[in-house]
């Protein structure tokens, strides 16, 4: 399987998280020596609300961006071992993790969220603990990851239809936990969903039924690798 990352997009994402690592200390640290003096207490707490606000966002961004392994590091090393036919796209496309595969294309959304985690249709839920509340400004929050990896898809739909009209790219949206230590109860959902120990197994298994035609294998190759320069 060949693996194919905007390495540019990866680096700027990273700077960009270690900017605002280092502004959000900033503004603390001002409202921390401010606040020593009477006369600058109500700077100082101006100067509060913006640092924990931007010391949270980095805190996120550079655990996507920083943080190694990341995401697409932890999909190639789970994917390895899949045929040529088979190829990765990350933080090229319209969405961020991509598989073109000899019988279509897979969305992911992959997820690093451990502990409890549950599905019943479509419908996500996290119970709160005091692990997670001590890292509750770093870390990014589940969120609805079947309307994330939909809307994903939709975003592809759009981007293949406009790049190769009438042309039929079967779909299909997958979501997958990275973390060993998540613990998944999954009933029914609407989105295959899975830790990521089993995808490679899942792709072997969907691509077992009609292939691309040639000719649309090579429009798709084409139109990403147009993408990734």
């Given at each position: 399987m060949r693996v194919i990352i905007d390495k540019d997009k990866v680096r700027r994402r990273a700077?960009?998280?270690?900017?605002?690592?280092?502004?959000?200390?900033?503004?603390?640290?001002?409202?921390?020596?401010?606040?020593?003096?009477?006369?600058?207490?109500?700077?100082?707490?101006?100067?509060?609300?913006?640092?924990?606000?931007?010391?949270?966002?980095?805190?996120?961004?550079?655990?996507?961006?920083?943080r190694e392994p990341r995401l697409d590091q932890l999909l190639a090393k789970a994917l390895k071992g899949l045929t040529h036919g088979y190829r990765l796209y990350s933080y090229v496309l319209p969405?961020?993790?991509?598989?073109?595969?000899?019988?279509?294309?897979?969305?992911?959304?992959?997820?690093?969220?451990?502990?409890c985690i549950s599905c019943h249709g479509q419908k996500w839920h996290r119970p709160f603990n005091l692990r997670r509340l001590r890292r509750v400004l770093?870390?990014?929050?589940?969120?609805?990851?079947?309307?994330?990896?939909?809307?994903?898809?939709?975003?592809?739909?759009?981007?293949?239809a406009e790049h190769l009209p009438d042309t039929d790219v079967p779909m299909q949206p997958v979501i997958v936990f990275a973390d060993p230590q998540a613990d998944l109860e999954v009933v029914e959902p609407t989105v295959p969903t899975m830790p990521l120990s089993d995808l490679k197994s899942y792709l072997r298994s969907a691509n077992k039924g009609k292939a691309l035609p040639k000719q649309t294998h090579k429009a798709l190759l084409d139109l990403f690798g147009e993408q990734a320069t």
């Open positions: 700077a960009t998280a270690q900017r605002g690592t280092f502004t959000g200390i900033g503004l603390l640290g001002a409202a921390a020596v401010l606040s020593f003096t009477p006369r600058y207490l109500l700077p100082a707490y101006g100067l509060i609300i913006p640092g924990v606000i931007v010391a949270s966002w980095a805190a996120r961004s550079g655990d996507k961006w920083l969405a961020e993790q991509v598989i073109l595969a000899p019988a279509g294309l897979f969305i992911l959304t992959a997820k690093q969220q451990d502990g770093a870390e990014e929050p589940l969120g609805n990851p079947t309307k994330q990896v939909q809307d994903e898809m939709q975003k592809m739909q759009r981007f293949v």
